[in-house]
């Protein structure tokens, strides 16, 4: 993408509205724009963004098997009468009446729908094990929404739902999504740490969140140090694997952690004290194990090999996508922008002309963008008539984790520059090295 | 994807709400059920072609040099109150207050809120030309929502905006967005008619809707029959090209095809009788210039060369993304169920093992699905202990445009049957054979 045919609006200065650090670089790099409090309209530059968050949560749950639907955002009131939720549910619920007076609601989570298109269509044992999971814009009405896409009204979320036959089958799938969680986070560069959580007005018997650490996260969180050196790294899963999938759970929660709901003092001082933290953490993900809470009161019953009739084990497990640009901006940045973590960078490297209009400068920059093309990573090519610090500037803002510098006497001599955003090294090369090292760099993020 | 690990609960009878054949088939193929009154859940199998058909609309959209964001699904009135739209629009607004008490509707366009971005980050002349788009669920409360995902209240919308500076300009987007449809549509295996049309409550001086032949249709359409011969095809379009651009706009409506609300008999009867059809077409299509309609009384203006503030030339331009599964599905069909065209299809080609259980079967069945995903090409094998009969019924059913057929008798003679969905006709080959015809096939549709 040429930036002078783009749409990033960047502002110079510092949004008065935004008080944390991702919701002010979301603004100031054109990422989003406020419509409503708590609305988004997500810009060329964030919506690039989301779509790489999506791209990943959806190769992971795929990976695990588990099979992608779209369900819709507005739902019939009946369906949550069945479960009682829709007395039970708050003012976070935005509910109305459509022309024709039926009551209807913005749907927050799916767990009742799910319930429904699995008892219309699903009858026998010999069907399961079945995880369903949607990404979908969902709605909440805070009564204070802030932090920009980190607690909005309007958000996008990952919903799972696994219907299996017994609880060992259901604990199977809670584990697959433990293991899937992680190997999401991991690829947008997060450490996120499962914490024993509270079941909440969901229900649920067994629960985990997944918590990033930043200063700014809304819950306390207390944990063994040793968490955050935990990898899952480049290990083959066998998702189907019930022992390797639940040991690598156990290898990420049998260390301490913690949030203040769940928090135990007596198991937190047996911790040797120089690993014993206390911090916060940004909630980006939970599982739940809730056996048949909706099952039974919806009637999603399956018959089972000796004719009997049971209510299916079931979970749901969600990752709050749209609310992850903000965790991972939080998680990564410095005072000059952001740092996107190589997995989820809008542009996989920029282009910095240094002299626009010189023509071998204009001539090598085209190669360059061209080369990259070819490799299937389209860079961000500032071709604007502008001073190279603007570029510079711009350029560290939005975050891109590399950029080549192209400027006339590096030309001449045949080189170009390659800086690292996250480390501010930059290293002299030829154009076809920068290229080559830049293709090596992404080949791991595929 | 193996079809005893999917979600594909296909249905034996025709449902008794479903009217027309793309209705029928949608729910029979398991691809949608309906949630409420025009609101559907979408299925494994049809949110695959609804992201293919996503796919291809982006692509082709970028192509032409616009820019995907996101809005949200939510408004506040206010906006609208500044168009004059809020109080003009009907009842097939829906229109709610969130906990505040504060006015707001779910967005059935968004003219409003894109000038509002445009409004807040563009100033000057240099920034245009600029044109914007999103693909975005939207809702508009029809009295009698029919004809499935037709007709729904919840559907699926690309819609792209462009501010210009010039009428110039603006006609020039006007005639991108034209050809880059014809393209799009194209890709999905349909003849798409632009034919000019009434500019109705949006307001446009200059306005085609796109239209697909079918006896289903909504609309009555005039055309001298030589329209369905053009074909874009394979030819290269700059865009930024403004005569070539003009030129295949000048092709494609030169010739009579008029909806009945700008049929102008006089013309019409002046086509060689042979070749004046009156049929009816789906609308699945439309594109709007209407200058500064939005731009003055929103206050979109910017500064010119010479200093002076004008109102920036707008036009808008959608897509009925989810609508055009219906339509592609009305176009092409016969009694057996849908016939996919390759360019949107869920699955490439489907697997029939003949004799699940057989190891020389499923061990060829095995190699060859993998040697399809090897080449990008994810098949559906049907690895169900069903009988033959029901295997390919499921995928004469599906659609799906290929099948591979293997049994065990084949796997002796180191053959498999490669049969199209749409001739019907089978050719036996070896198996790499198959695995390279395919190939061959989608090769022209990536």
Request: aromatic share 10%; with cysteine.
């Amino acid at each position: 993408m040429r930036l002078s045919r783009y749409f990033l609006p960047v502002l110079k200065e510092n949004p008065a509205e935004a008080q944390i650090v991702s919701h002010r670089y979301m603004l100031r790099a054109g990422m989003i724009k406020q419509q409503a409090a708590g609305i988004y309209s997500w810009l060329p530059l964030g919506f690039r963004v989301l779509n790489r968050i999506q791209q990943i949560v959806h190769e992971e749950q795929v990976r695990a098997g588990h099979i992608p639907l779209l369900m819709p955002t507005l739902q019939p009131a009946d369906l949550w009468r069945e479960s009682g939720r829709y007395d039970a549910y708050g003012p976070e619920m935005l509910r109305f009446k459509d022309r024709h007076d039926r009551e209807m609601l913005y749907g927050p989570t799916n767990e009742e729908m799910i319930t429904d298109i699995f008892r219309a269509h699903v009858s026998s044992y010999k069907d399961l094990p079945l995880t369903l999971y949607h990404i979908q814009w969902k709605f909440r009405d805070e009564t204070r929404p802030r932090f920009g896409v980190m607690r909005g009204r309007e958000f996008l979320m990952k919903d799972g739902y696994n219907f299996d036959l017994t609880k060992e089958d259901a604990l199977h799938a809670y584990n697959r999504h433990m293991v899937s969680y992680l190997r999401t986070y991991e690829r947008m560069g997060l450490t996120a740490i499962p914490m024993r959580a509270d079941s909440g007005p969901i229900g649920g018997d067994d629960t985990h969140e997944f918590l990033v650490l930043a200063s700014t996260g809304e819950s306390e969180v207390f944990y063994d140090s040793a968490v955050t050196d935990l990898k899952l790294g480049q290990r083959d899963i066998d998702y189907d694997d019930r022992a390797q999938v639940a040991d690598v759970c156990k290898e990420f929660t049998t260390l301490y952690a913690r949030t203040d709901e769940t928090h135990d003092a007596g198991l937190f001082e047996a911790i040797p004290e120089e690993r014993r933290k206390v911090g916060r953490g940004i909630e980006v993900g939970q599982i739940f194990y809730f056996g048949t809470k909706y099952s039974e009161s919806m009637g999603a019953v399956v018959v089972t090999a000796d004719g009997s009739r049971v209510p299916v084990e079931m979970g749901s497990h969600g990752i709050g996508v749209s609310r992850l640009l903000g965790a991972i901006i939080e998680a990564s940045h410095d005072d000059k922008g952001i740092i996107w973590p190589e997995g989820v960078t809008p542009f996989p490297v920029g282009i910095v002309n240094l002299k626009q209009g010189d023509a071998a400068t204009d001539s090598a920059c085209a190669a360059i963008y061209k080369a990259l093309i070819d490799k299937g990573l389209e860079p961000l090519y500032d071709d604007r008539d502008e001073r190279a610090g603007a570029k510079f500037a711009t350029m560290d803002l939005i975050g891109l984790p590399w950029r080549i510098t192209v400027g006339p006497r590096g030309v001449a001599a045949g080189k170009v520059e390659l800086t690292s955003r996250r480390t501010g090294e930059s290293e002299e090369m030829s154009a076809e090295a920068a290229v080559a090292r830049i293709a090596e760099i992404y080949a791991a993020h595929r």
